[in-house]
């Protein structure tokens, strides 16, 4: 599925078409002074630590952008650049010892089950490889004079980074791209005087310092003929697994007059007025089971094609392309004298009112990482999407998928960039072939499962421990986002696609789910409740002979409340969809009849939703993971028209939970306020990760590490608050808070393949433009007060249910509402 790694998302002349189409850009940003405050990031000095520097992407390659004026520092990523090479993880024969965890667990001898567990059925190696930093572009300039007139910026609309001061009487200008069109990363050097651009360039290769006496990720660095440099080297062995990938990042330089030197493995320049350097990386890596690329040929093909064009044709090209999924979408809101501020003091000094548009900068933010970091023919974005500069990274900037993975995809659909979900669709048909293997040996069961964390080699075992690996329905989760799609689009081509890969996770769980022997009830056993610990008696602290260290209790239980509520979602819509394509009624019965015989949502004495099936306290008072609140957000099982009472209990463990946890908890917390129609806490949860949980650029904070999650769930909790379709109507504005008094966004986007333009003011709706693309009703819920105004042809109000209108729409339609508060009579 996709395209080949390296090619361009578009075809060439359709982008190049684009590009004339639009106006000059090439001196937009470096002339612009005043950065549009919803748009642009930006600084009054260069960032000193990695992850304040400004990125740019393509979706394959990355750079962080630090922007110093003596000696920059350009760090490169290119996402198949990982540790090990193919492997797996299943453990034979492990089923055998299935029925002895469950008796212990049923039993209530929980450190019995968690021993067995771990013994038995914990993937081997119990870690998984790492995601891998390529190189430093290093550039030292001549230091002559004091630096005055310095800006460093990052221009989300047109995805290019410029950094730009004056020194020694000249203005010097720097700016990076990294084009998805001719799949190069771009620094252009200029200067107002001719002659005033030199320097000497180093591309330096990255090695595992912190761990030297194990690691073999040796690396070489040349010089290539007389205007390059490149870096070539291999992936280290990593757990046994040995490294197979071969790596190379070659650089290129075209001067505008002035010399080009190769020392060596520098580069030097003196004397030109402008210089353009390309920089091309490939690895090895073909799929998860095949590294015998050749990663020289990839980028030779990359730099010939790029070297033959003008650097104003490389630079509209990217516009273009990058625009064509950008400007899809967009949210405009109040802007106020603290809106001007550098970014970094924006920031700080956000409180929700004095800022509107910061919220807005927020939302752009996050839908501009997705277009970088996830392209069709991509990776899928990993915990730091591309960018990572360490051969270490926390948690091994893996794919978590116990809510990390699942929320870097929640803009995907609702603003517009569903195109930027292709690489997570890919990883799941892959998953769903290496995990069939986990299901027979693991699980003894049928169709394929995967676990809480994979890599580029799509292992699908347990793995860190039992207390994280036997979280059995990762893969039921990310199921959701296929169906989710559908429910978008209603592409049907795309659900035949989808169907084996529903089928095989609907089917295994057919197989795992087991009765609860007091209640009759159909649980998953084991289970557990992602990386909280239930504070039930004797779940005391323990030596782990897993993991080696100290666990303050098990996690491990049966039936825990997000693992019923992701199987009544899979076992559903699977069934809707076995439906809808005519496939095998008798399965789709069996479906339906388990999933009426699933544990249901309680509520527990202190009127919280129980997040086990007992009601157990939890040991840590405000645990991040909120994952019990599935079936709230994203999940829509919970409703406040719906199920009242289970909307009050979600509500309680909000209260309960508070603000304190991390980014991406914070942006989950947010969007479930959203949820339930609160505007103002939803806020409140997101100018609190904006001041504790987030770097001056906007990236999220993960227990002091950068990550991308929380960045794009913020960007989903606000679409939330401004609609909501989940089931089935256009709620608009449900979540409005009282600091967004005015304000418009164009091209979200709702379930039934509805496209929406709103305008309010005074907090009140006043125009709505609604594009259909399939066609059928779409009914809308407005706020209270407000109706249609104007011509009501092909519209009806709800006689009984006001605020209720339905709209008739036919494919390809466009209909503007003129919407108004209702006088009283």
Known sequence: MGTTPGSPSAPLCTIRALALALPSLAASVAGQTAPDPAHAIWYRHPAEVWQDALPVGNGRLGAMVFGRADEERIQLNEDTLWSGGPYSQARPGGAAHLPDVRKAIFAGDYLLGHELFGRHLMGYPVEQQKYQAL????????????????????????????????????????????????????????????????????????????????????????????????????????????????????????????????????LRVEGADSVTMLIAAATSFLRYDDASADPAARVDAVLRAAAGEREDELRAAHFAEHRRLYRRASLQLAVTEDSRLPTDE??????????????????????????????????????????????????????????????????????????????????????????????????????????????????????????????????????????????????????????????????????????????????????????????????????????????????????????????????????????????????????????????????????????????????????????????????????????????????????????????????????????LRDGDRALENLRYAFGHYATNSLFSICSGAMQVDGTFGITAAIAEMLVQSQDGDLRLLPALPAAWTEGSFRGLRARGGFELDLDWTAGTPRRVTIRSALGGPCTLRLPPGIRVMGSLTDIEADPIDAGRWTVQTSPGSQRVLELARQERG
């Open 135 to 266: 190189a430093n572009l290093v550039l030292t300039f001549p230091t002559e004079g004091e630096v005055t007139g310095y800006r460093h910026q990052l221009d989300l609309d047109g995805a290019i980074v410029t950094t730009s001061y004056t020194q020694g009487g000249v203005h010097h200008t720097r700016e990076v791209y990294a084009s998805p069109v001719h799949q190069v990363v771009v620094v252009r050097l200029t200067a107002d005087r001719p002659g005033a651009v030199s320097f000497r360039a180093e591309l330096r290769g990255v090695r595992n310092q912190a761990h030297s006496n194990y690691a073999t990720d040796y690396f070489r660095m040349d010089g290539h003929g007389t205007d390059g440099l490149r870096v070539t080297g291999r992936s280290a062995d990593y757990l046994g697994v040995p490294g197979r990938l071969h790596y190379e990042a070659r650089l290129q330089a075209l001067a505008d007059g002035g010399e080009v030197r190769v020392l060596r493995h520098e």
């Open 346 to 675: 924006r920031r700080a000094r956000f409180a929700g009112a004095n800022d509107p548009a910061f919220a807005a900068l927020a939302f752009h933010f996050g839908r501009y990482l997705l277009i970088c970091s996830s392209r069709p023919g991509t990776q899928p974005a990993n915990l730091q999407g591309i960018w990572n500069e360490s051969q270490n990274p926390s948690w091994d900037s893996k794919y978590t998928t116990n809510i990390n993975t699942e929320m870097n995809y929640w803009p995907a659909e609702v603003t517009n960039l569903a195109d930027c979900a292709e690489p997570l669709f890919t990883m799941i048909e892959e998953l769903a072939v290496t995990g069939a293997e986990v299901a027979r040996e693991h699980y003894g069961a049928g169709g394929w499962v995967f676990h809480q964390n994979t890599d580029l080699w799509r292992a699908a075992a347990p793995m860190d421990g039992p207390d994280w690996g036997a979280f059995t329905t990762g893969g039921a989760w990310l199921c959701t986002h296929l169906w989710e799609h559908y429910r978008y689009g209603g592409d049907r081509a795309f659900l035949e696609r989808c169907w084996p890969v529903l089928e095989g996770s609907a089917r295994f769980f057919l197989d795992f789910l087991v009765a609860d022997p007091r209640t009759g009830h159909l649980v998953t056993n084991p289970s557990t409740s992602p990386e909280n610990f239930p504070g039930r008696p004797g779940n005391d602290p323990f030596f782990d002979e897993t993991t080696g260290f100290i666990s303050p209790g098990t996690t491990l239980c049966a039936g825990s409340t997000i693992d019923l509520q992701l199987l009544r979602d899979l076992f559903g819509f699977t069934a809707e969809a076995s439906a809808l394509l005519g496939r095998d009624a008798a399965f789709r019965e069996q479906l339906l009849a388990a999933r009426a015989r699933l544990a249901p949502m309680q509520v527990g004495a202190d009127g919280a939703l129980q997040e086990w099936l007992e009601d157990w306290p939890q040991k840590e008072a405000s645990h991040r993971h909120i994952s019990h609140l599935y079936g709230l957000f994203p999940g829509g099982e919970i409703s406040l028209d719906r199920t009242p009472e289970l909307a009050r209990a979600a509500r309680a463990v909000l209260e309960q939970r508070g603000l304190v946890g991390n980014g991406w908890s914070s942006a989950w917390k947010a969007a479930c306020w959203a949820r």
